[in-house]
């Protein structure tokens, strides 16, 4: 299968990550409300990052199905670093801080993107 238990481990990982940046910015004493919506979005689609690579990997899919959670994951680690940038931009956060978290995302990314050619080259 595709999504291993070493991509289930990496996701856990960027979830914990989006959970302590959604903490810090939420403890910040003039939170404005974008950054409060940016940290809202970020918890949400990192839960369901983890829900949809843990259903990919409890479950016995096809290639198909494998290929279509790899997209899904894609789709989300996007949104995630848009809602990093968005908190850098609204001064939530140090730029230092989502810079290494944004660095983690993409390692996260192109690990994603990996299984996403296997899946590809093994379709065609």
């Known amino acids: 299968m595709l999504a291993s238990r070493t991509l289930y481990q990496r996701t856990l990982n ?8 959604s903490q ?9 409300s974008f950054s ?8 949400s689609d990192s839960i369901l990052l983890k829900s949809s690579i843990h259903n990919a ?10 290929g279509k959670v ?3 994951a894609l789709i989300l680690v996007r949104n995630l670093q848009y809602y990093l940038k968005g908190l850098e931009y609204d001064a939530s956060l140090p730029s230092d801080y989502t810079k290494a978290i944004l660095d ?5 990314q192109r690990y994603l993107s990996m299984n996403h050619k296997k899946w590809s080259s093994l379709i065609n």
């Not at 409060?36 to 918890?43: A, G």
């Not at 990997?57 to 494998?66: A, E, I, M, N, P």
């Open 57 to 66: 990997l409890s479950k016995d899919l096809s290639f198909h199905g494998q």
């Open 70 to 72: 790899v997209q899904f």
């Open 104 to 108: 983690e995302l993409r390692k996260y």
């Open 14 to 21: 960027i979830c914990e990550l989006t959970e302590k940046v």
């Open 36 to 43: 409060l919506e940016l940290s809202n979005h970020l918890i």
């Open 24 to 32: 810090a910015s939420a403890c910040q004493p003039r939170l404005k």
